[in-house]
């Protein structure tokens, strides 16, 4: 307990440019971490806790947990690092092994209001997030929230844990700011009246563009169209950012729209303020931003607002070079 940072400061050796986004890294493993380094990624925008489940397939005590987090809050020297609270659904579970699809109804994120096993592991989890929080930047994600009942949630259990871990004497990280990731449709046009409970939001396009166009995450046909050029997804997301912006939130992104070159264009005309994305696409999305002025991102949002078409999308992405 109350082990100090003792990480040196990320050096900022990119796109710190004006209104051109950040861009991070999303991680699912540990082994990750050097990757993060050696890419000299600004921020790890998502870790996906969740993955610590899937892989062991049994659930981690918040001590595992605290030592977990701070191996890849050391490992990451100083950057600041996105832990999402496990993102247990149906679907992720399904994936690989059938031995947790049975249990998978059962520590489904959603039924959190109402299952009391449910809210011991998600208050543990945020003890665990808070208590590694001590030996270097953290901010805390919560999946899919997709009702105010949720995000109210959340928020009180994180007050409840702070004052539990003060009660209890343990050292944990007094500045965490607190982030909701918007995955649903039905999330964007509450995300204005959230904004002054959050700390900033997180655009899931993996499952929003799955919820706005009646897909499937996994269906191959899915995969193979041009999604993230649909005009209605950009006006979707640009009222999100709109309405985190004018609340004072930024916006981070981290599905994988932000590593198609096409997506990167657009999240970034639209005003996103971080692109976190795998380790290995890291170059090529800061390739494609540096080919950006961000003089021309304003007229570039305004026609991609008009846009009728995937077709029109494309259109105006590709004179922008991408
Ligand atoms: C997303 O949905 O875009 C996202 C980043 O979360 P995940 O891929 O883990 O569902
Ligand atoms: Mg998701």
Redesign the pocket.
Known sequence: KGRRASATPAPQVFSDRPGIPRVEA?VNLLSEADQVVAHNAGAVG?Y?SEMIFLARRTLPTEEEQVEIYRKLIEAVRGRRVTIRTF?LRPD?LAQGSSAASCSAHALDWRLVLEVPSLQRLFKEQVRAILRAASVGPVRLLV?LVNRSALLDFALATVREARGELIAEGLAFGADVPFGAMI?ATAAIPLAGSWAGRVDFFAL?????IASALGLNREDPVGAQCDDVLHPGLIRMIAALIDAAHKGGRPVST???MASDPAGTVVLAALGADSLSVAVDRLADVRRTLAGLNPADLPSLRSRLLEAESVEDVARLVSQRGA
């Open positions: 999303n998502l996906r993102d992720k999946p995955e899931g396009t993996n499952d929003l981290c599905g994988e």
